[in-house]
């Protein structure tokens, strides 16, 4: 596998790739979290074009991905996935968080992303289990480039907070800047 998952921690509203993917609601209406960052960085044009998705074709259900311009961002696009809501773990959670970075990634190629980042997806307010989103985001992006090979050369996995760097940096094949302080 020639390509690149790579984990930074930041700002993912600063980042310079083909796309970003947002954590977002079913409502595609902005929020809190990187959701209301991604909006507010973005200006008004990602909202307009999530409202007209959502005139088009309803909420974006659980696991599932739409695709935006980026607006005023560096990215070229934002692509917008429901993670799911933690209930313990046997509701299908793992499945449901999986989906959100494979249907991403599907997304990504589909419009011609070389690059693409991901925030923590569902590891805020909706309560999944840090450790646990992190082995399933790796896990699921993996596979996808293992099945797709070539399509895309780089997958950034950038966070807000230390704990899921921490998680995150610990599992095998991600690779992580030397110059971060642990």
Known sequence: MDQIIELIKGDITQLKVDAIVNAA??????????????????????????????????????????????????????????????????????????????????????????????PNISTGIYGYPKEQAAKVAVEAVTAFLLDHPGQIDRVVFICFDQENYLHLAKIPGVHRPSTFDE
Do not use: N
């Open 25 to 118: 609601k079913s409502s595609l209406l902005g929020g809190g979290g990187v959701d209301g960052a991604i909006h507010r960085a973005g200006g008004p044009q990602i909202l307009e074009e999530c409202r007209k998705i959502v005139a088009r074709q309803g909420s974006c259900s659980t696991g599932d991905a739409v695709i935006t311009s980026a607006g005023k961002l560096p990215a070229r696009y934002v692509i917008h996935t429901v993670g799911p809501v933690w209930q313990g773990g046997s509701k299908g959670e793992p499945e449901k968080l999986a989906s959100c970075y494979a249907r991403s990634m599907e997304l990504a190629t589909a419009h011609g992303c070389r690059s693409i980042a991901f």
